[in-house]
């Protein structure tokens, strides 16, 4: 059996280790800023003794409150409607223990204004991290190769219609934006993000199935799409495929 030394592709123990890798613990008051959903949420709800979400899509944070509904009736966690284009952080000065910004950061047009408002909003010694995929660097292992790099850079040039913007090199330049900023120490790692199988409701499978959406919504013709999503599945029977994401975060203090 083939094992990877890389972080593999899995949902549910990447929001477990960006809650570790944040330095969450149980006195903690924390900023999920961008928490869509709520899954990084759910983990962090374990943990701290406190959490914020907020984000601009009411949508989002209504499946947020559903998920979160024990944690949110008892008051552990709070969701907020907050628009990060156009509104201020809604917090006084040094408020939270901990800020997690993951894969919110291409929708932002002022990047700085918001790096700067979470520097504003952390305690002294808390710890800001920043993450986000880099969609324009995944690899998939595929009988052709330039209808691959063409389906990829299809799903991270496209905005989404819940997203404001996109950019999908965003991961590469969150140091480059926290270099820029107010912060002082810092860390940044950039991690693969692996999977070796092609199974129906895997991290892997959901992308290329996203991916082969925006191909065609970008004119790749449907046939062609269709065959490529074909290949990988038969490249899975054959014990051949392979998928990776670049994982970019920026660990910071104040």
Known sequence: MLKSANQPYDQA?????????????????????????????????????????????????????????????DRRVELLNVDLNREALPFPDAGFDNIICQNVLECIEDKQRLIAGCHRVLKPDGVFLL????????MVNSGDSGLTRAIVAAYA?????????ADGEIGRK???FMRASEFGEMTSE????????????????????????????????????????ADLAALDRREAFYFSIPWVYVKASK
């Open 190 to 229: 950039t991690q693969q993000l692996v999977a070796f199988r092609f199974a129906e409701g895997s991290a892997a499978h959901d992308y290329c199935a996203d991916a082969a959406k925006a191909a065609i919504r970008a004119g790749i013709s449907k046939s062609d799409v269709d065959g490529w999503f």
């Open 174 to 176: 969150l140091p480059g």
């Open 157 to 165: 040039d496209e905005a989404q219609g819940w997203m404001d913007a």
């Open 131 to 138: 993450a986000h995929h880099d969609f324009g660097g995944v």
């Open 13 to 73: 123990g990447f929001h477990e280790q960006l809650v570790k890798l944040a330095g969450v613990g149980s006195s903690s008051r924390v900023l999920d800023v961008g928490c869509g959903t709520g899954r990084t949420l759910r983990q962090v709800a374990r943990v701290a003794q406190q959490a914020i979400g907020i984000d601009s899509k009411e949508e989002f944070l209504e499946q947020a409150r559903r998920s979160l509904s024990d944690a949110v009736d």
